[in-house]
């Protein structure tokens, strides 16, 4: 009987050798020796789904958006987002309007917590994010896929203060979701680098959620 092999899994398990040079030794580093090494894997299985190096390095930049959407989804928070009609319709009952406000406050906080590397998985993805941001300067198919992501968390952002603050006008709701996004990313490089504790950072926005849900 043939043996069946699981070609995602595969190409997965390419994918998180190739973060795991990354982080070890930056975008510069990659080969598939290097990749090879970092994942214990034949550099053969590696040549056999990705041609070039350059797909690879492609395929890593797709796959680190896609993964932590995907963690984002898996939380309770983020299983139910603005915009996602089936998960809405599926309800039997309509939502309140202060349970719904209450959750928007929850999945912003998700949201935004979500990005401070508290555990070694986590800051490997942050330092290869990272590295991701720096050659998106000067690689255009690698600034598109970080272009479209930065704007996708912004529109999430923004829709998730709407919802909080209905008495806000488009422009002030824009300017809001900016600064978030903007401080959500700034904190998690302070803990990556170690200028700021994890729980510092939380504090940090926690405070900014205060500020937005209060409307004195």
Do not use: C, N
Request: charged residues 25%.
């Amino acid at each position: 009987m043939p043996k069946i092999v699981d070609h995602a899994e595969r190409r997965s398990e390419i994918v998180v050798a190739l973060w795991s040079t990354i982080y070890a030794e930056g975008i510069s580093g990659v080969s598939f020796a290097a990749v090879a090494r970092h994942g214990g894997i034949s550099i053969g299985r590696i040549q056999h789904y990705f041609a070039t190096k350059r797909d690879l390095v492609l395929a890593g930049v797709r796959a680190i958006v896609a993964a932590a959407e995907e963690d984002f989804r898996s939380t309770p928070e983020g299983s139910e987002i603005p915009g996602d009609e089936p998960a809405r319709s599926s309800r039997a009952t309509p939502i309140d309007e202060g349970d719904a406000t209450d959750h928007a406050v929850d999945t912003l906080r998700s949201l935004l917590t979500g990005q401070i590397p508290e555990t070694q998985e986590a800051r490997i993805g942050s330092a290869v994010w990272s590295a991701y941001l720096a050659a998106s300067m000067a690689d255009r198919e690698i600034a598109a896929v970080v272009h479209d992501a930065l704007g996708g968390t912004r529109e999430l952002i923004a829709q998730l203060v709407a919802q909080i603050r209905p008495d806000l006008a488009h422009a002030e709701v824009g300017t809001l979701a900016l600064r978030l996004s903007a401080l959500r990313d700034g904190l998690a490089h302070e803990v990556l680098h170690g200028t700021a504790a994890p729980e510092s950072a939380r504090a940090v926005i926690e405070s900014e959620i205060a500020a937005l849900t209060s409307r004195g």
